[in-house]
């Protein structure tokens, strides 16, 4: 199944798929997109295909009139939107907990102005797709932090990752085992390196993190890192991709299992930006992310991709 390796979806309705510096993930049989959904009173969306082509809309998981209800384990700042200024949530991802059997929705928020607030911020349900209740925003351990992901190993642990000290640490947070407070810091990676957009995936044993640089909607040189040990030591970043990483931000890398193979590809999706005041023409771009060895990453342009 071919496509465009730039893209902007419509769902069943003939609707853009809004979900920005989102996530793909897996879940019972089927792909589920998760992004940002500006529109109207509208937060996070989500989207469900079971060919990665095809994009049925589910629904708006988290608006401005979400349930909210207190934290169970910390104070958070309850308010989703202020009274009179509004509120930005940038970055949505989620990760499914199996001791609790609930998904956590992880996310960056701001006021809308500016991004002086850098603060995350954590909702939860029942099922992927339904409505989210917010548990509040806060600054973990008392970080700044704005960009931000999630990352789920294989022996259930779960980290919370997110640019810190005005953009120039790259936090890894472990986070709590129900996955909806932060536990401790377990990492600073690549202090005064000014890195955003941080996407993390695990390939035969070895940790990769993906980042751009700081140039807001403007696409930069990404680069990537690896590790054996996630807390542990990571390479010096190498570059990923051409000088705007063809012209895109990283968010997410989704892994597809390839059955011909015997293993998994791992897919670059990346946010083609419209900017300022084109925010909604955004697009995405999925491009298949290629080894050599087993700690070497590129990324190569295509025009077209096979699904
Ligand atoms: C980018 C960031 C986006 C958004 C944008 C605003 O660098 O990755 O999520 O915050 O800046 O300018």
Redesign the pocket.
Known sequence: MKQKSVFLPRDQFGQPVHAH?GQIVSHQGMYYWIGEDRTGRNRVACYRSANLRDWEFRNHILTVDSPAKPHPQMPTDLRLCVEGAGCNI??PKVLFCRESGQFALWMHWELPDN?LEARCAVAVCDTIDGDYTYLGSFRPIGHMSR?CTVFQDEDGSAYFISSARDNFDTHIYRLSPDYLAIDRLERVLWPGQQR??ATVFKRRGVYFMLT?G????TPNQSSYGWARNLAGEWSIRRNLGDETTFRS?PTWVLPVYNAAAGEFDYWYLGDRWGGRGHYFESQYVLLPLRFAGDTELSLEWLEEIDL
């Open positions: 510096g940038e970055r991004y960009d955003e957009a751009s700081c140039t807001g909607w931000q």
